[in-house]
């Protein structure tokens, strides 16, 4: 008789387990949590002469952490700005200098209206108007000539104190990569230079991520397509081990159009499947989450 009510509570404490287990279980796909991580490397050639940036510090996007050497740039474009104005000093108020030829002319046009006058009542020849008129020409003449070399000498300063303008934008564009700033809000995840050291283009200088809005990168099978769309809100677990497990809310943000083999490491709700869609699923994160860690998700409303 005890044998046998034995093995009854050794079927029923099966049974139990085997329904928290299904439980526990109940989920469409699995996966691991990711967040959108940025290297940023030194964008300038130069010591480093500040860099205040530590593993765990909230960066905000744009702000300022560090700034490379940029004496010589800046010497550089105070030697341009002197040669710039040195140029537009040469250039020449065309109105200015050619006043004196437009007040000739003014006046030898008043004698020729006088002369006409003179003429007329035949007081002056019809030569001295003549003589006016030729001397009106030539000054129109050497006006006009006048007025296009001086134009053309603005033209060649304008081009010349462009050239410099042109150069000196240059400058201040490298004069601003010199300035280290975080690109995106995010927490600084590994930082490879120290301040002092010298830093080249290229170079990696710390790695930040928006952990804050983290997803999970999951794989469905084919049958499992027609059950999700883009938008759609679903249930993701963390799984922190040990039957602790917390719920956060999801939306499917990606579905990839293409098939791949199944990864290593993940289960799928069919696990016979050999070629498997990976989705994404967006998670707001409070801190709770951690890049690399295991989840599930449950596409069931």
């Known amino acids: 008789m005890k044998l046998i009510i034995g093995i009854l509570y050794g079927t029923l ?15 469409d796909a699995t996966g691991t949590f990711e967040a959108t991580e940025v290297i940023v490397s030194s964008e300038a050639s130069g010591k480093l002469m500040d ?17 490379v050497d940029t004496v010589q740039l800046y010497l550089k474009k105070l030697q341009l700005e002197a040669n710039t104005t040195t140029v537009r ?8 200098q050619i006043a004196a030829i437009k ?8 004698e020729k209206n006088r002369f006409e006058n003179l003429v007329k009542s035949n007081a002056a020849n019809q030569k001295q108007v003549d003589d006016i008129n ?6 129109q003449k050497q006006l006009a000539a006048q007025t296009s070399t001086l134009e053309n000498n603005n033209a060649g300063v304008t081009g010349e104190s462009s050239s410099l303008e042109i150069q000196i934008a240059q400058l201040e564009d490298q004069l601003r990569k010199c300035h280290i700033t975080s690109p995106i809000n995010g927490t600084v995840l590994s930082k490879y230079a120290e301040k002092g050291e010298l830093a080249t283009p290229g170079k990696a200088l710390f790695k930040v991520a928006d952990i804050g809005n ?9 049958d499992q397509l027609s059950k999700i769309k883009i938008g759609q809100k679903v249930k993701v677990f963390a799984d922190y081990g040990a039957d602790n497990v917390k719920e956060f809310p999801g939306t499917i943000s990606w579905i990839s159009n ?25 998670v707001k994160n409070s801190g709770d989450i951690k890049i690399g860690m295991y989840g599930e998700v449950s596409f069931t409303k």
């Open 13 to 27: 404490a099966t049974t139990l387990l085997s329904a928290c287990g299904n439980e526990k279980g109940k989920y």
């Open 89 to 96: 000093s040469r250039k020449q108020d065309v109105n200015k």
């Open 51 to 67: 860099f205040n940036v530590t593993e765990g510090d909230l960066l905000q996007q744009g702000a300022e952490i560090g700034y």
């Open 258 to 282: 293409k098939s791949e083999f199944t990864p290593k490491g993940i289960l799928t709700k069919d696990e016979r499947a050999n070629l498997v869609y990976a989705v994404k699923v967006a």
């Open 214 to 222: 983290m997803y999970l990168r999951a794989y469905i099978t084919s």
């Open 134 to 139: 030729a001397q009106i020409a030539y000054l």
């Open 103 to 110: 007040q000739q002319i003014a006046t030898q046009q008043r």
